[in-house]
């Protein structure tokens, strides 16, 4: 008699109620700078001070994975469209070869630049570190976050006159868990950067005029020949700004008549001042007809002052002085 053994295998578990996870989770980022761009307004690079502006870089990750994730999000700025100056700073473009210099930076002090990747002569990207949550009921997770980093335009630039701008292209790259973003394993398909210019405009401006004392001498007999003396007027003025430099008749003066007081009395000595070493240009403040013309170069400029007391009626003996103001015009 033929017999039939059977047996059965019993499988005990919660079919479709455990996964196991992935080795990297499903995660795509966007990213751009706020208002979609830095814009540091009109500025005077000839003055010793910088311009900061702080910049808010916005982004958003999506999951689609059953699991959370931790993301170590870099944003890699390179050096842009104008290219790099010769000392590493970045730089924006103006008319011909102008150009105008600027830096980003990850701290409000400008210890760290902000870098990029994919240049080997840059440091380390800004970057963030977070966990996207996984999908629930078959919804994507999200995360939005925001990053800071610090455009500065640093002082004692001799940029000409005009608008500058560069443009940037930056790429947003990822690494799974809290890691470098100089880690090679990074994940150039994660996610997108909005391309952003930055832009500056330097309008004609004169930031700072200084005057020394011009000083006649001592006169030990009668007023009966020329004394002369000279003083230096420096302007600074942004390159490529068109001035002029006017000078008042002084605080003693009688009509157009210049003259220094005595300092303990009321008798005068009457003396003038020209734009020429000739003594025949009278130098006076009625724009294009007796002012210097001049044009800024970012840098101080020096103007020669000649002055001189005609013979004349000598007075008594003493100190005299007088106070010229300075106009600068531009």
């Known amino acids: 008699m033929n017999r039939l053994l059977l047996c059965c295998l019993v499988l005990i578990g919660g079919l479709g109620l455990m996964w196991a996870p992935s080795a990297q989770a499903d995660v795509t980022c966007q990213s751009g700078i706020q208002n979609g761009g830095i814009n540091f307004g009109n500025v005077d690079p000839s003055q010793s001070t910088a311009v900061d502006v702080p910049v808010t870089i916005n982004y958003t990750c999506r999951n689609t994975d059953n699991q959370d994730a931790q993301l170590t999000l870099c944003f890699n700025i390179g050096y842009g469209s104008a290219g790099a100056a010769a000392d590493g700073n970045r730089q924006m473009a103006g008319a011909g070869a102008s150009r105008l210099e600027f830096q980003l930076y990850r701290d409000a002090a400008g210890g760290y630049i902000a870098g990029s990747i994919d240049e080997a002569t840059m440091p380390q990207p800004a970057r963030d570190v977070f966990t996207v949550p996984r999908k629930r009921w078959g919804a994507p997770g999200t995360y939005s976050g925001t990053v800071n980093i610090y455009a500065h335009l ?29 880690n090679d394993s990074y994940d ?34 009668l007023l009966t020949a020329n004394m002369d003396g000279t003083s230096v007027i420096s302007v600074t003025c942004v390159n490529g700004t068109p001035y002029r430099v006017g000078l008042n008749d002084g605080t003693s003066a009688s009509g157009t008549a210049r003259r220094m007081k005595l300092s303990t009395g009321n008798d005068y000595v009457t003396y003038d001042l020209y734009r020429d070493n000739g003594y025949s240009q009278r130098w ?44 600068v015009y531009y």
Do not use: E, H, W
């Open 284 to 327: 006076g403040n009625t724009q294009g007809t007796d002012t210097v013309a001049g044009t800024g170069s970012g840098f101080s400029q020096q103007i020669a002052v000649y002055g001189r007391v005609p013979p004349q009626v000598t007075p008594t003996p003493g100190s005299y002085a007088d106070t010229v103001t300075v106009y």
């Open 188 to 221: 150039d398909g994660i996610s997108t950067m909005s391309p952003f210019t930055v832009q500056a405009t330097i309008k004609p401006s004169c930031s700072a005029v200084t005057a020394t004392d011009l000083s006649f001498g001592q006169s030990t007999g």
């Open 154 to 182: 640093p002082g004692n630039q001799s940029s000409p006159v005009g608008s500058y701008n560069a443009s940037f292209t930056p790429k947003l790259t990822g690494n799974f868990g809290n890691v470098s973003c100089l």
